[in-house]
């Protein structure tokens, strides 16, 4: 367990000067672009803009309207994430790598298309409906309700959540299961009171990356999504490009951050702390409570025929728009549904003969690359800062690490657009990369911090004595341990990269394309199976890419179980 | 290459217009002639529009033409400075005869498309007014709009209402919405999110009509989707070309511009793109468009100036 | 008597270790058994069998009289484990770990806190019962684990060196505390332990381990005093096992080394005949100082003092002959003037050693 | 003889629990020093923060004659340290785990090797070194933790229970191994142990902690024999301390308990007058058994076995006389005929008890 040498608290130990620093400058590096953003949203009086939205009543029912969308969201996702989770994390190295590889490459298959598959797979004429027929359930297709627009959120959302909580997953884990279990503990007592607690973390990372997603959500919504269930992206969108109206746009965004941020500090006060309390615990223990009368032998399979079904069904919710997707890029005629008079490799032809969706190709990857490693690196920095900040510092360092996702894209992009173009970076590869990185680093971090939280810093202790420099430990000790929470953080972090448009829009000038760019604009004029080919191609592709990285890296959590001696 | 382009190659233009079919259209009908022609190199960028405003507001280069934008769009872009007045487009908007209804510095709107009625199906029977687009017992099923913008939508609910064509202006944009209301709570609305999204949705027969784009259709129409549209009662919008400000090959877009405009170019083009040319005296725009002169042109000037505050009023409309 | 718990041919393999090499054990109900052996022999393994912790490759597990196959979950086993790391639920307190079996059996919150606060006294931890157990030192981890295996009163428990890292005044008082609750609960323990000394205190029955094997069961005084192995008498017995000739001589046998050190001599029948093993305790053997005017006896054999091990009241002697190495045991007071190098006459008070 | 470790006032609080208090303490370099006391009292903690692992609220640490302020890290201060739990680092294997230290001091992968392989040999690990640590027993693990404390012969080595869960053979072999490796490499070794014999074979000083403090330091011998107060009188010798009053007769006086028996008796002038407490070892009690015509004598006092504990080749014995409770240790052979609630006739052989 090695929580010995962890018992006495080291203060000498990775405890460095040189994280707040990081983490100070990075406060600075967010509050650039933000600062332009409010600057942007100063009228005459300087509260002017913000008091005519204030005079605006559908403003704030739509703020309302888009949190609640984000919590449902987010609670629908989790729930679903974790007995994935759980069904990956117990279950042996074949059968979680294939898992992994499934969610994993779900992400490198850009959402833009998967929306566009949404919006066949949900309408008059989907799957989905004609089910609804067979089951005779009354109402309309899904397409263009609020329903709709969190089927499909939840569905982009389920892979990120699902690699978080895996990541947290440890042996630790296993073992105070089965310590647990030679107590008495049946399934229902196991779950409630060891499982659960200890993923907590987990949970609640991915429960904050899934709100803060939904939140900000664009593209779902404007596919997916009808009329009344227009969120505030989408609004902010509207005034920034369409409505020429970029002050409010920027003051409306200034609102819906701090909303954000708002409601994900409440979800770490309500449930981050470390240590669960006497209260929760308590909580937890009355809902057992009545399980416990049911036979463990029932209640383990009824346990697990939930965790199965529950499983099944989110493999399911993201495996289904995948194939839609490839049975699209063979739709012969020009629109985006499910081919139904032959097939035809048209659009195959079309974008091999079109290099320049190859150069994108290069330029995404290595933007992806660097944005990843950025990202990653930053996030993993963020997380020792806040480890050993004072609580009042931590709580500034992780809002503003979080807040590129909780600001509109479209308006910290012109942010980021104005500092970068002062100093040169506005239209260059490595200007773009970092906007990536910006906006990477809430899920790296988050997906990392999931892990460092739960870190044994005894480890660091041990290595130390025996003559380990910090980096060595960097190096030797803690990276291969925290392995598994690295390599969810870069493979988020690239999934961000490859699908980010809008701050990519700006950043990238007229001189930068990348893939997901070179989709969304042809996307606006003719949204055809042209823009499916890409993506079965990259299914392939990063199919094959995943199955080495997982080869090479080992799973997240390892196998070889030992279950209690020391 | 992680460092920024040379700015310093004086024979490049870099033109910002949409992808897709109008993006293929322009490249072959206009900008592979033209780089054979002269030597000057185009780059075709295609992320419009989204980048620029907010770039040119923020002082940055966003290219130096523009292209495919509404004249609306390009006349509130003027206003705030972000197009570049040169004197010798000026000269040349009048030249090629461009109606006077399409000119003001900086732009040079050589093309119209319409907003018309659009079906499911190849020979799905087409309203013939809007008042029959609001008739549900005769055209019943989902009705698919466009989200973004109230532009065209608003105008064809007045004419939906009763509002006589040359009354339309300015608009009673509260009696649009109440008219607008009256569709939505009789039938399924889709918003869709451009206007690919709405030949999409249409082609796939998730909406049976739909207000849409006539330059979309035509294209759709071509390649054998099964849409079918009329250009009864359509409203007309000017679409054309904007030189931006902080452009840095003003002689290159020029030149550029001075060949699109030549009526065989301009010509050919809007025929590949599905767009009609704006002189009123064209022979070669689609003859059905041409014969209807039921057709009603878009204000431009009236979204020039209205556009954010009848913006504020669609968003409320939109989520009430 | 009932049988507790009782294994028969178990079996278990991890590569190229064996583990549990046919294990057939058979524990009364309401005894106290201990397990003993060298590090890595398979103690905790045979734990784990019995916990349910571990899938035996092939053999049968008992417990109160029924085959509990493979597939009865540990839950459902309603057996004790005290495992040999503390492995505490971190996200509870020391209270609510040492809780835990009585929650999870929906015990009344009353009878959890009675129960929880006295054991916790019994292990002198009161003042922690609010701490996280991450603060806790390693005695007292051990301590909370120990409380957490006993609160339930399970009618099996199953200790693995549970007073390992502990002090001998504390270990002495929670060795009497353990067998008062064992007496008083009829229960049946079984513990792993490295300290013969505890097991013989505590147990009464001890199984002997080696390789994954049970070299010897039965009370501990009969296996300190006969041994069937050389290895139980090394291990168990502390003793250093010598081999000789046999000499007869009537109805009187003795046993001789190759260096005429006499190792036992007894009437009757000699067991058998030709090389034979003694095991020789170290408080069995005498040392005196080779002076000139004293010559080694008939029996005796000269030696050569090669360490001393001062342990408080005694001390331990090893000493080399020419043709093997004793360990003995001397008063510490008796020690004095005997350092390393001295050369020594050695004898073995025959009377207690035993012939394997 | 330089001083390699030296702590001065050092104080360590944890809330309301002072884990160390104002200690002090020199070991002097090439010296093997031994740190007892109970679960709790702060062994750990000291370690700790002699290696930099814990910042003490006050005080001054040395090394090597050297102030190493609170800020000098711990890989700065070259000491190697085993820690309580092994702490084996989860994704080496054996192997690479004890390789460790050499390998970010940057030694020649034929160095590595070497010394890795014959220390693995020393702990007889060689079969496991290619194992994954999670797969090792407790002891197996803990010899692990103990060659990579040791793999790089540092010149301070601090070592937390390191034989704990050993068993006695192992652990008298590796007992020999550390003795050895600190004579050869005449490195200073401190050793938390909770097992006096081990403290008393090994150690060349002894450190008696309780609650923070150092009671006693000094060589094992002289704590053994001149404990300084009850409580290291009670923990580090075994004894049992009584009070007596002080019985002076010209030059020959002596301490005799309320029932009479004869704690101690000496000449010359008594250190004090009045109650005095005398630390009594158990096997300066002497037992026999209470017959009709064996009276107790004078010094002597009747008493009553409350408990026999059968520890190998001795048996301790708890027996109450009417104001005390004694601890003695007899001859197993002797023992025989006594049992729980025998009438015993106690004396104590006063030449080796201590007064304090
Ligand atoms: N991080 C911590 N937070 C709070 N209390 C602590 C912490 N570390 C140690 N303590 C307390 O300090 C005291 C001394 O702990 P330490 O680990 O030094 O004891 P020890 O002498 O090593 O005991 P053991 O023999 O049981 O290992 C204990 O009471 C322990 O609970
Ligand atoms: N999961 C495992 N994989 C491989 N080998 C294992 C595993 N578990 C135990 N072993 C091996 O089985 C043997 C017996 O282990 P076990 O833990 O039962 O020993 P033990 O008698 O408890 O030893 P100790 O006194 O050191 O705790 C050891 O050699 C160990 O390395
Ligand atoms: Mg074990
Ligand atoms: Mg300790």
Redesign the pocket.
Known sequence: MGTLAGSLSAPTIERHRGYAVFAAGLCVFVALPLATVVSLSIGSPWYSIYARLFERPEIIRIILRTLLVAVITAAITVGLALPVALTIGFSSTRRRLALLWLFAIAGFSPFLVRGYAFVGLLGEHGPVDALRRLLQISGGPLLGTAAGVVVTLVHALIPATVIIITAAISDDTKRQISVAAAFGAGPADRFLLVTLPTLIPSLVSAFAFAFIIAAGAFTAPSLVGGGRETLAVQVIYMHAIDLDDLKSAAALSILLALCILLCVAAIIAAFGSKRSRPGSLRRLRSVAAPLRRVSPRVLGAGGTFLRVALTSFAIILVAVPLVYVVAVSFQPQDMLAFPTDGLSVRWYRQVLADSSWLHAAAVTARIGIVAALLATSAGYLVAQATRQLRPSSARVVRAATIAPAAAPAVMFGVGLYVIASRIGLAGTEFGVALAHALAALPIAYLAVSAGVERYDDSFDRAAAVLGASPAARLIAIRLPILMPSFVAALVLSLLVSFDEVIMTLFMAGTDVQTIALRMWSSAIHSAGPELAVPSAFLLVVTGLGMLILFAQFGSPTDLTK?NT?G | SFSPRSSADKRELVIVGYGGSYGDALRSAVIVPFQRESNVTVRYDETCCARVGPTLEAGGFAGDLVVGVDYGGLLSWAQKGFLLGDARLTRLSRNRGIPERYRYPGTLVNTEYAYVMAAHGKDAKLPTSWSEFWNFHRYPGRRALIRATPVGQLEAALLADGVAPAKLYPLDVERALKKLDKLRDSVPVLFANSPADLVNLIARGDASYAIAFSNRLEAAKHDGLPVAFTYAEGLRTGNGFGMLKGARNADAAIEFLEYASRPDVAARFAALAGLQLAKPDDVQSPATARADSSQVTVSPSYWAQHRSAVGEQWVRWLVH | MAEAVGLESVRKR??A?T?LDQVSVSVPSGSFAAVL?P???????LLHAIAGLVRPDSGVVRLNDKVVGPDVPPESRGVGMMF?APTLFPHMSVFENVAFPLRVRGTPDAEVNAATQSILQLADLSDYSRASPKTLSGGQQQRVALCRALVFRPSVVLLDEPLSSLDRPLRESLQRELLKMQRATSATFIM?T?DRDEAMALADVVFVMQEGRIEQAGPPSSLYRAPVNRFVAEFFGGSTVLSGDLHADSNLWSIVNADGLKLHSSAGNPPSAGKMDVAIKPEDVRIRRHTSNDAAGNGDCLGRIEEVRFTGPSVLLIVSCPSARLLARVDADDSEQLADGDSVIISVNSADTVVI
């Open positions: 030992r001696n | 991890y590569g270790v583990a052996g590090s890595g022999c398979g103690k905790s393994s040999q792993v490295h």
